[in-house]
């Protein structure tokens, strides 16, 4: 059975980093493209970044200059580096991944940026 086990959302400071990972498993096969959306309070689910197994990546204008995304293709995993955080980019940060086709996500992780 796939899974996406996602860490690393808390509480933060306006001004703050945080750093996600997501690891995927119980697949023979490896991902493919891997994403990070978000879903704020009353807010409809949005894409943050994106990366292709080849490593080319393409985010929200929102998260531009803030936030990175990179993969390890060898351990199967997806992080996002968050700085510069702000209120607004409170959310409930879902990984996603398409492994053979089929399309699979996380749990959630809660990011909350307040002082």
């Known amino acids: 059975q796939v899974q996406l086990v996602e860490s690393g959302g808390g509480l933060v400071q306006p001004g703050g980093s945080l750093r996600l990972s997501c690891a995927a498993s119980g697949s023979m096969f490896s991902p493919n493209t891997m994403s990070w959306h978000r879903q704020g309070p009353g807010k409809e689910r949005e894409l943050v970044a994106v990366i292709t197994r080849f490593g080319t990546t393409d985010y929200a204008d929102s998260v531009k200059g803030r936030f990175t995304i990179s993969r390890d293709n060898a351990k199967n995993t997806v992080s996002l580096q968050m700085n510069s955080l702000k209120s607004e980019d409170t959310a409930v940060y879902y990984c996603?991944?398409?492994?053979?086709?089929?399309?699979?996500w996380g749990q959630g992780t809660q990011v909350t940026v307040s002082s």
């Open positions: 996603n991944a398409y492994i053979n086709s089929r399309e699979y």
